[in-house]
């Protein structure tokens, strides 16, 4: 079951690293703007770099300073990457670990054309990141652990790569109440950052149990259908919600692609969020946590 779920994952984001989404598409745009990127931001890194993929902005509350090395876990195109790389300035690093063999092309790719000497990218899983012990200042993520099949063992390697004293910064989905078992059992739902969400109290608790410290994770507020402008949605109807039950769909809906066509990843999401409501169950998070010294 773990390898099917890490193969579901790599060939689904692989496809979107080889789609022509990028920030140069208003949905996509418009979906890191729902999550806190700034027009600025966005605009300052290469368009391919973003793909609409985040819950959060991590860069915007991990106080990266000068100098230091960041590490983005699940870095996708590179967005955070090179947003980081502004912030270390030359004597700092920025890095990237993502294990799709494409979005590794990709943002290397991005890192070439946007003329970045302070980036690295790295492909591997994030259950086994490729750097020394303690060497690392910040730890940042952007809706990826939830992915991870094996949470405690990501924690444990964060707070392995961590120097004394360094940082957690993650945006990324966690739980509010349990998910109805449709969705929880969804293998859609779980490459589209659902299904493999952990609850808030579990999601401290593991943290934890890694050896972290201060460790605060807030709701952002965001809300999650966000992600269904990325499709076009124009004359597309959703389905009524039950009022008394949230996640009861009373009518199918009709955003579903053909059956002929493999949906792309945020065309699942888009059903997935027509069809349920999934802002009662789940929620984008910010999570911060200390390594000890």
Known sequence: ??????????????????????????GVQA?????????EELTSIPADANMGLSCGNPTATAHIRAGEVVVDLGSGGGLDVFLASKMV??????????????????SRANAKSGGYENVEFYQSTIDQIPLPDASVDCVISNCVLNLAPDKPAVFREIARVL??????????????HELPEAVANSMAAYVGCIAGAIKIDDYRDGLLAAGFEHVEI????????AYAKVENQAGCCSPAMDAANPFQVIEEPCCAPAPSTPPSLHEELTTL????DINAAAASVKVYAIKPL
């Open 89 to 106: 300035g030359p004597h700092g690093r920025a890095i990237g670990i993502d294990m799709t063999p494409a979005m590794i092309e990709r």
């Open 1 to 26: 079951m773990v390898q099917q779920v890490i193969e579901s994952v790599k060939s689904k984001y692989g496809a979107v690293a080889e789609s022509t989404l990028s920030n140069d598409d208003a």
């Open 163 to 176: 120097k004394p004293g360094g940082r957690l910064a993650v945006s990324d989905i966690a739980l509010k």
């Open 218 to 225: 807030v709701d952002s507020g965001a809300d999650l259908n």
């Open 31 to 39: 979906v890191a703007e729902a999550f806190g990127y700034s027009v």
């Open 273 to 276: 969020l027509s069809q349920y």
